[in-house]
């Protein structure tokens, strides 16, 4: 039974983390991304998976997926902490290497050529010192090799919905206290965890007192999702579009097309239908769907 249980666990896996096709126009200039890149940079994904999807509706956000780039392995110069890494990681020692929680893998080390097709932007923590930068990176270094707690996700899922609308058994366990070590994680709860080693803030509540002074508060890092970075006050927000305007008033030279319009992803290659008269502009244009099967998921079809 255990066996017959693994192996169903397994196939539902294989079936939720399979990519779909990569968008067939790129969005961002991988070359110069991979350039530009620092070390504790985090790196945001818009996944092309079925479990990527959940993550965006969940989250109400493109980006499901968040890592943190450790540089090359050269750059890590505490020999255990590159003996680690080079247990996790037998590919070209000269690559823009990442740590990330993955569904089906654990927490794993990963070249950043894997997501070459991908639609990626850089935040970067603003004024982070090089000294704490090593210790955000050796504390995820650490955690290699650790599950992927599946149960946070869900857990993520319910504390988005009113509680009072949930039976008390299903209520989020997210609060509890763990005093034992953790041996799971998920992408954006690793990553919150090792920018607070080093008291770094994200989104940090923060409490003003009568006198006017302020004290900030650290935020559950199970309740962090990968859209946090790019909204953080705290990280700046670096993007490489496939085709770049650098130059003021580049973008009316831009290769526009006059023949069609397109009122959903390029992928449907479907022109708007033109309005007929007296109809609203909201019945002219349908509006997106998404796909059927997560549409049951959400609530939104049948």
């Known amino acids: 039974m255990n066996r017959l249980l693994q192996w169903l666990n397994d196939r539902a896996t294989e ?18 991304l991979r350039f530009e890149l620092r070390r504790g940079d985090v790196i945001l994904v818009e996944g092309r998976s079925r479990v990527a999807e959940v993550i965006k509706v969940i989250t109400q956000s493109p980006w499901s997926h968040a890592a943190l780039h450790i540089g090359h392995l050269h750059d ?33 080390v990963t070249p950043l050529s894997a997501y070459r097709h991908d639609h990626l932007r850089i935040c970067r923590p603003d004024s982070l010192s090089p000294d704490d930068a090593d210790q955000v990176i050796a504390y995820a270094i650490q955690r290699l090799g650790l599950d992927y707690d599946l149960r946070q996700i869900l857990d993520l899922a319910r504390f988005f919905f009113p509680w009072s609308i949930l039976p008390r058994r299903w209520r989020s366990s997210l609060f509890q206290h763990n005093a034992g070590k953790p041996t799971r994680a998920v992408c954006s709860t690793l990553i919150t965890e090792a920018f607070s080693s080093v008291d770094y803030p994200i989104l940090p509540f923060i409490n003003r007192r009568d006198d006017g002074s302020i004290r900030f ?18 990280f700046s927000i670096i993007k490489y579009p496939f085709l770049g305007i650098d130059e003021l008033g580049l973008y009316r030279k831009l290769p526009w097309s006059e023949d069609d319009t397109y009122y959903n992803d390029e992928a449907d290659g479907m022109p708007a239908p033109a309005a007929t008269e007296g109809a609203a502009a909201d019945e002219a244009v349908p509006p997106h769907t998404l796909p059927r099967w997560l549409g049951r998921l959400a609530g939104g079809g049948q």
């Open 15 to 32: 079936w939720l983390i399979r990519d779909g096709p990569p968008p067939p126009t790129p969005l961002c200039d991988f070359k110069r």
């Open 217 to 234: 508060f650290k935020r559950n890092p199970k309740l962090f999702a990968p859209r946090d970075f790019d909204t953080s006050p705290y």
């Open 76 to 108: 890590i110069h505490d020999p255990k902490l590159r003996a680690t890494v080079e247990g996790h990681y037998d590919g070209d020692p000269n690559d823009n290497l990442l740590i990330e929680a993955l569904m089906g893998k654990g927490t794993i």
